[in-house]
């Protein structure tokens, strides 16, 4: 719908559990010369939800910010409730090299999702200012990343983003679960599934 209004950056804030039939509505989420991002969920490291999973949408993880005294202003870790997961259903495509899951991973990139460190809102309705979290505030982050990049055509699957890591602000401590310490709840340098290749630094990766 959205696309055949003239959208080239889609944000999906919702999911719904992965199981028989889910490849079936991925076709849904690819359209040409259109970014499609979708968060990756609330509930910290279990199996990944849809659309998040479909290999023609951007999956968004989540992280927290502290203020430190570094050059950056400040440090940022995995948010203890963003999404990942390793897809039972959906095929790791190709531009994707991590070893533990034989299927698609969740997340690909990240932006601030916890709500005690999130995204200032005004709510007329509410009587003003609100602080807001979830992935659900981390995914609109990157589509509208996306938006002043210009690029979206070059998204229609994070492909584009995995060769372009180091444009991204790799996110190395935290996490979202037990998985064993490993980098599908943990977060760690290089890819991880929590935060995926890192956070927006500036509009290079996009």
Known sequence: MAPSLGATEVSNSYGFEEGNGVTAYAKDYRHSGVAYVASSGDAGY??????????????????????????RGWSETAW???GSGCSAWIAKPAWQHDTDCPGRTVADVSAVADPATGLAVYSTADGGWLEVGGTSASTPLVAGVIALAGNPGKLPSAAYLYARTKELYDVTAGSNGYCGG?????????????????????????
């Not at 939800?49 to 949408?57: F, L, M």
């Not at 890819?191 to 509009?203: E, F, I, K, V």
């Open 46 to 71: 279990m199996p990944p939800s849809a659309p998040a999973v479909y290999t023609g949408v951007i999956a968004v993880g989540g992280t927290s910010l502290t203020r430190s005294k570094t050059a």
């Open 80 to 82: 203890s409730g963003a």
């Open 182 to 206: 490993g980098y599908l709840c943990t977060a760690v340098k290089g890819y991880d599934a929590p935060t995926g290749n890192g956070t927006p630094d500036g509009l290079g990766a996009f």
